[in-house]
């Protein structure tokens, strides 16, 4: 079954909690802090493989969370990473995050990855807070939440050359005749329901990758028929080939049918309309073929090459074949969008980011910032000592400050990612 589209839901590996533990050993009355640090979680990465053709996997399973750090623990022994969770997907897909369609990766190289979630950080045991003014911390931190987002996932057909028209008019049945593709064929409209890739061979060490993209109608880029499902693989072709009735049969007219597909790309996106294109009169066997194909050739004009074919009887073929080769010649293959590693896009996101930003709505005052509300997360808040932790870090880096520059009061909500407190005048540090 083929599928180019899923909802998918992903959740990194949640950090393993820091320990608190002090070392017990004999003659040795007041041992020092112990506690061993928790293990990173499993991040969420998606890897192309030129293996798989559809994204089916996701049709059942549309949930997938990878595993978490384990617990620090004492004696100075830190908790194991979470495994990764490496995810297969067919070369050519686009990743996009599904709240707001922002364009992540595009995968369009075998083995090429993408970390799509990242674990959390291990919690820090207490053994890391000991200073010489605090000697036997009695807090370690939680370990921090995974990631977790919902992604869209669409897969885009890798293919020099796309077939483009209106349902029955032969598409099927000519990357039949030229490649080793063998799609549903039969003498009715919308026999074909998914894309098909085959590779045409024009002589020795010499062939492209030919896409049938099922037939178009009339609204097809407001997703009429499924229009928006079969345009996008049409997208990343290089020259098309727009295939057209021209038997004239069911009363149709190959003019009409010409210029309502070519709409139809234009409105999907301008950049096809530019596309090198070569027509393809289909059906010339049949009768009344031929007074409809000069009608066709005196519309077009010069604007395109024109191709009379039989995809039936074969004729035409092998001349259409060998010129599309050499109009792929005459273009480079097109940069394909390629995503920042995800390493160096976080990093620099957060670099550019303020460190907290406080806004204020009535009696509630919301900080927001990554820093801010990993500390929040990663604190023991029914540890009184590792409150008074977080309070001295909120002093240092100035959180305390700005609050009370924007008028907060005694018993206003202070709200940091998933907590609210309320504010208390001069706590203790």
Not at 23 to 45: A, F, L, N, T
Not at 357 to 369: C, E, I, L, N, Q
Not at 378 to 389: F, K, Q, R, S, Y
Request: glycine share 12%.
């Amino acid at each position: 079954m083929f599928k180019d589209y899923a909802k998918v839901y992903f959740k990194a590996g949640d950090g393993g909690n820091g320990c608190a533990a002090f070392r017990r050993e004999k003659y040795v009355p007041y041992g020092g802090p112990s506690g061993g640090d928790g293990g990173r979680g499993g991040h969420v990465i998606l890897r192309a493989d030129e293996g798989l053709r559809t994204l089916v996997d996701f049709r059942h399973r549309r949930h997938y969370k990878a595993e978490r750090g384990t617990h620090g623990q004492g004696n100075d022994r830190h908790g194991r990473k979470g495994e990764d969770l490496v995810i297969r997907v067919p070369v050519g897909t686009v990743v996009r995050r599904a709240v707001d369609g922002h364009l992540l990766a595009d995968l369009t190289v075998d083995g090429q990855e993408y970390r799509v979630a990242r674990g959390g950080r291990g919690g820090r045991g207490n053994a890391r807070f000991a200073t010489p003014r605090r000697r036997v911390p009695g807090f370690a931190e939680k370990g921090e939440p995974g990631e977790e987002l919902w992604l869209e996932l669409e897969l885009k057909l890798l293919a020099d050359v796309g077939l483009v028209g209106f349902p029955n008019a032969g598409k099927s049945t000519i990357i039949s005749r030229v490649s080793a593709a063998r799609p549903k064929i039969a003498d009715y409209p919308f026999t074909t329901l998914e894309p098909h890739l085959g590779v045409v061979r024009v002589d020795e060490g010499s062939s492209f990758v030919l896409a049938d993209i099922p037939g178009l109608i009339k609204g097809a880029h407001e997703g009429v028929g499924l229009g928006h499902r079969f345009l996008r693989h049409v997208e990343r072709t290089r020259v098309l080939l727009h295939v057209v009735d021209v038997s004239g049969r069911e009363g149709r007219d190959p003019v009409e049918d010409f210029d309502v597909i070519n709409r139809e790309l234009a409105a999907y996106d301008p950049q096809l309309a530019s596309r090198p294109m070569i027509v393809v009169a289909n059906k010339i066997d049949l009768p009344g073929a031929g007074e409809n194909v000069e009608r066709l050739a005196a519309a077009l004009g010069n604007r395109y090459e024109l191709f009379r074919t039989s995809a039936l009887t074969g004729e035409g073929l092998e001349r259409l074949i060998f010129r599309v080769h050499q109009v792929l010649e005459t273009i480079p293959a097109a940069p394909l969008h390629q995503a920042a590693p995800r390493d160096e896009a976080g990093e620099a996101d957060e670099a550019r980011e303020p460190r907290f930003t406080v806004a204020k709505d009535g009696d509630t005052f919301t900080v927001r910032g990554r820093e801010v509300e990993r500390r929040v997360a990663m604190t023991d808040l029914g540890n009184p000592e590792a409150v008074d932790h977080l309070q001295f870090w909120f002093n240092r880096v100035g959180i305390e400050e700005a609050l009370q520059a924007r008028g907060i009061r005694a018993g206003d909500t202070v709200r940091i990612g998933d907590f609210e407190f309320e504010y208390v005048e001069n706590p203790v540090s």
